[in-house]
């Protein structure tokens, strides 16, 4: 590629823009303190700190930077590196790591590193990969809160000499990962208190699908003391800030044991976009591997629900069509199902190969739902929310 790159220093003057970038790149990461501290003369937490937004001369198509630990003097470490989505496959990746790989020698770095997630940062592991950078698992710290799958470090000598492993040296994560996070959402079990809000949001998300699970949550209740031995099904309102912007479950279909499943998986969708999806989706992976299963597993339709296929498509590891002749043809016909798998062992997922799941319980729950909604008096409250809140004061 010709077009020349600019690197701009990121200063009081750009950080919001680079704040942005680093936000789009990195949705679960809030890399704020990190972009202040760069311009800072005093480094809290580093012994080196460095970004750069670049352009192409038309637009900012990334952000990239270098960052040392104190404890380690000679390692340079690729910081909030990456290129917008609209920008890639066009040579500028390329172009920006061997700009940040002279900087970093240029600033006296015997090695040049980064660390990354196998499976949640896929895209970025082959870019490495390709760069012929030196790989290495690393076991040292077990979880570092978003982690979905094993992290793994890549080096590369900027020197003639042989690089030198990591060797599972302390990389202090779980205070990176503390102090970078950018929600705090809490999860809080289903219970008399929330459930109409809960039931509501459920509502708004999935009625236009033809699901209303207000029954489904009432009957949750009514077996409560079940959660306390970790049987399914279990679902949360998750806040953020003291706000309900989303709802997530895990439940187990009775002939397949082996099986942990997602439940009424939504966000609020003036909350969507920012990442909140992704981390409600990797903690309750964190909670389904509690259970004993092998494999983690969501059902979706194709069709009624495309805007969370991306998420879907980053985290899980199998995708399959789901038609099975015994189902509700309309379901299947218009819907076009789809399953994905993830596994929970130290095996490749196994395909769930079309197994009947009895479709048609949604619509017998969606009728019985919205008949127990009017007898509570409740129906035109959650059908009216959404326009509701065009009508609320500031």
């Given at each position: 590629?010709?077009?020349?790159?600019?690197?701009?220093?990121v200063?009081?003057?750009?950080?919001?823009?680079?704040?942005?970038?680093?936000?789009?790149?990195?949705?679960?990461?809030?890399?704020?303190?990190?972009?202040?501290?760069?311009?800072?003369?005093?480094?809290?937490?580093?012994?080196?700190?460095?970004?750069?937004?670049v352009?192409?001369?038309?637009?900012?198509?990334?952000?990239?930077?270098?960052?040392?630990?104190?404890?380690?003097?000679?390692?340079?470490?690729?910081?909030?590196?990456?290129?917008?989505?609209?920008?890639?496959?066009?040579?500028?990746?390329?172009?920006?790591?061997?700009?940040?790989?002279?900087?970093?020698?240029?600033?006296?770095?015997?090695?040049?590193r980064?660390?990354?997630?196998?499976?949640?940062?896929?895209?970025?592991?082959?870019?490495?990969?390709?760069?012929?950078?030196?790989?290495?698992?690393?076991?040292?710290?077990?979880?570092?809160?978003?982690?979905?799958?094993?992290?793994?470090?890549?080096?590369?000598?900027?020197?003639?000499?042989?690089?030198?492993?990591?060797?599972?040296?302390?990389?202090?994560?779980?205070d990176?990962?503390?102090?970078?996070?950018?929600?705090y959402?809490?999860?809080v079990?289903?219970?008399?208190?929330?459930?109409?809000?809960?039931?509501?949001?459920?509502?708004?998300?999935f009625?236009?699908?033809?699901?209303?699970g207000?029954?489904?949550?009432?009957?949750?209740?009514?077996?409560?003391?079940r959660?306390k031995?970790?049987?399914?099904?279990?679902?949360?309102?998750?806040?953020l800030?003291?706000?309900?912007?989303?709802?997530?479950?895990?439940?187990?279909?009775?002939?397949?044991?082996?099986?942990?499943?997602?439940?009424?998986?939504?966000?609020?969708?003036?909350?969507?976009?920012?990442?909140?999806?992704?981390?409600?989706?990797?903690?309750?992976?964190?909670?389904?591997?509690?259970?004993?299963?092998?494999?983690?597993?969501?059902?979706?339709?194709?069709?009624?629900?495309?805007?969370?296929?991306?998420?879907?498509?980053?985290?899980?590891?199998?995708?399959?069509?789901?038609?099975?002749?015994?189902?509700?043809?309309?379901?299947?016909?218009?819907?076009?199902?789809?399953?994905?798998?993830?596994?929970?062992?130290?095996?490749?997922?196994?395909p769930?190969?079309?197994?009947?799941?009895?479709?048609?319980?949604?619509?017998?729950?969606?009728?019985k739902?919205?008949?127990?909604?009017?007898?509570?008096?409740?129906?035109?409250?959650?059908?009216?929310?959404?326009?509701?809140?065009?009508?609320?004061?500031?």
């Amino acid at each position: 590629m010709k077009c020349k790159l600019t690197y701009e220093k990121v200063t009081e003057k750009n950080i919001d823009r680079a704040l942005k970038i680093q936000r789009r790149l990195f949705p679960l990461e809030n890399g704020e303190d990190d972009l202040k501290e760069s311009i800072n003369k005093s480094k809290k937490y580093y012994k080196y700190l460095e970004y750069y937004l670049v352009h192409n001369g038309k637009f900012y198509i990334g952000i990239t930077g270098i960052y040392s630990y104190k404890e380690y003097p000679l390692d340079a470490w690729l910081g909030w590196y990456g290129v917008l989505p609209a920008f890639r496959r066009m040579g500028y990746g390329t172009k920006m790591f061997e700009f940040t790989k002279d900087l970093a020698l240029k600033k006296g770095y015997k090695s040049l590193r980064v660390y990354a997630d196998d499976k949640y940062d896929f895209v970025a592991t082959n870019f490495y990969e390709k760069m012929n950078m030196f790989k290495e698992y690393y076991t040292k710290e077990k979880y570092i809160g978003y982690l979905v799958g094993d992290l793994i470090i890549y080096s590369l000598s900027l020197t003639q000499n042989k690089i030198i492993p990591w060797n599972n040296k302390n990389l202090f994560l779980k205070d990176h990962v503390k102090k970078n996070s950018r929600y705090y959402l809490k999860f809080v079990e289903i219970n008399k208190n929330n459930i109409i809000d809960a039931a509501r949001l459920q509502f708004n998300i999935f009625y236009s699908m033809n699901n209303v699970g207000y029954l489904d949550y009432l009957q949750e209740i009514k077996t409560h003391n079940r959660y306390k031995n970790k049987i399914l099904p279990i679902n949360f309102l998750v806040y953020l800030n003291n706000c309900p912007v989303g709802i997530i479950g895990l439940y187990e279909i009775k002939e397949y044991p082996d099986d942990i499943w997602i439940n009424w998986f939504g966000v609020d969708a003036k909350y969507r976009n920012n990442g909140i999806g992704t981390q409600m989706l990797l903690k309750i992976l964190d909670i389904a591997k509690h259970y004993n299963k092998k494999n983690f597993r969501l059902f979706t339709y194709e069709t009624w629900n495309y805007n969370a296929l991306g998420i879907y498509k980053k985290t899980m590891q199998l995708e399959e069509n789901y038609d099975n002749k015994q189902e509700n043809s309309f379901l299947i016909k218009f819907g076009k199902p789809k399953i994905y798998s993830l596994s929970l062992i130290d095996k490749h997922v196994e395909p769930w190969n079309n197994k009947f799941i009895n479709l048609s319980d949604e619509l017998v729950l969606n009728e019985k739902s919205i008949k127990k909604l009017k007898d509570d008096n409740l129906f035109n409250l959650f059908s009216e929310s959404s326009f509701m809140e065009t009508l609320r004061v500031d």
